[in-house]
Nanobody, 125 residues
Framework: QVQLVESGGGLVQAGGSLRLSCAAS????????MGWFRQSPGKEREFVAA????????TYTDSVKGRFTISRDNAKNTLYLQMNSLKPEDTAVYYC??????????????????WGKGTLVTVDS
C-alpha cells in the first residue's frame, strides 16, 4: 500500500504562485511515475503533469505549460508542483497519484494506482 498526502493548497490572487507538495509513504518501491491531476466543480478530473522516477522525464497538459513545474525529491519521497501565473481557471482540487507506468488518457483514474485525497486551490480574480 502507498499513502499519498497533498498539502500547500489555498487561496491566491490571479497572477500569484503556490507550491503543492505530496508526501508518499508505505511501499513506494517500484512506483516510478508520479503525477498531478485536478478536478474543478462540475467537471471531470483532468491530467496536469507527470514525472518519471529519475525526474528528467516530464509531461504537462497544454494549459499549464510554461506556468507549472513538476519535480520530485526521492530522498524525501515527496512530489512537488510549482504553480506560477495562476489563473481563475486553475481553481480545482489537486490530487497526486502514483503508478508503475505513465498516465493513460482515460479518466477518472488515468491508469494510476494510488491517489491522495486532494488539496484545494482557489484562484481569485
Amino acid at each position: 500500500q502507498v499513502q499519498l498526502v497533498e498539502s500547500g493548497g489555498g487561496l491566491v490572487q490571479a497572477g500569484g504562485s503556490l507550491r503543492l507538495s505530496c508526501a508518499a509513504s508505505g511501499r513506494t518501491f517500484g512506483r516510478v511515475v508520479m503525477g498531478w491531476f485536478r478536478q474543478s466543480p462540475g467537471k471531470e478530473r483532468e491530467f496536469v503533469a507527470a514525472i518519471g522516477w529519475i525526474g528528467v522525464s516530464t509531461t504537462y497538459t497544454d494549459s499549464v505549460k510554461g506556468r507549472f513545474t513538476i519535480s520530485r525529491d526521492n530522498a524525501k519521497n515527496t512530489l512537488y508542483l510549482q504553480m506560477n501565473s495562476l489563473k481563475p481557471e486553475d481553481t480545482a482540487v489537486y490530487y497526486c497519484a502514483t503508478s508503475t507506468g505513465w498516465p493513460t488518457t482515460t479518466p477518472p483514474n488515468f491508469g494510476m494506482d494510488y491517489w491522495g485525497k486532494g488539496t484545494l486551490v482557489t484562484v481569485d480574480s
